[in-house]
């Protein structure tokens, strides 16, 4: 089973940074892609970010330039630095790990943009 634990979410001003991590246990494979999605307050939830098991990177439009997604496949970790935050970059954050065999979701991380 696999299961997958999200940190670093928060509150931080307009133009400020935030880095989330994404830790995965379980039998999760070699070959998958690691993500990014995020639901603000009374909207759907949308990818921000992915990345294959070859490290090719998958952006949102909105977040180009100014959020990272990198994994450590020996750590079985997705990290997702996020700098020049907006307020509309607020939501909450899942974090998602899949492959043929799987397609699973963190519990979700806050993130909060505001002055």
């Known amino acids: 089973q696999v299961q997958l634990v999200e940190s670093g979410g928060g509150l931080v001003q307009p133009g400020g940074s935030l880095r989330l991590s994404c830790a995965a246990s379980?039998?999760?494979?070699?070959?998958?892609?690691m993500g990014w999605y995020r639901q603000p307050p009374g909207k759907q939830r949308d990818l921000v970010a992915t990345?294959?098991?070859?490290?090719?990177?998958n952006y949102a439009d909105s977040v180009k330039g100014r959020f990272t997604i990198s994994r450590d496949n020996a750590q079985n970790t997705v990290h997702l630095q996020m700098n020049n935050l907006k307020p509309e970059d607020t939501a909450v954050y899942y974090c998602?790990?899949?492959?043929?065999?799987?397609?699973?979701w963190g519990q979700g991380t806050q993130v909060t943009v505001s002055s």
């Open positions: 379980g039998s999760i494979g070699s070959f998958n892609t």
């Open positions: 998602r790990v899949s492959n043929f065999l799987y397609d699973r």
């Open positions: 990345i294959t098991h070859d490290g090719s990177p």
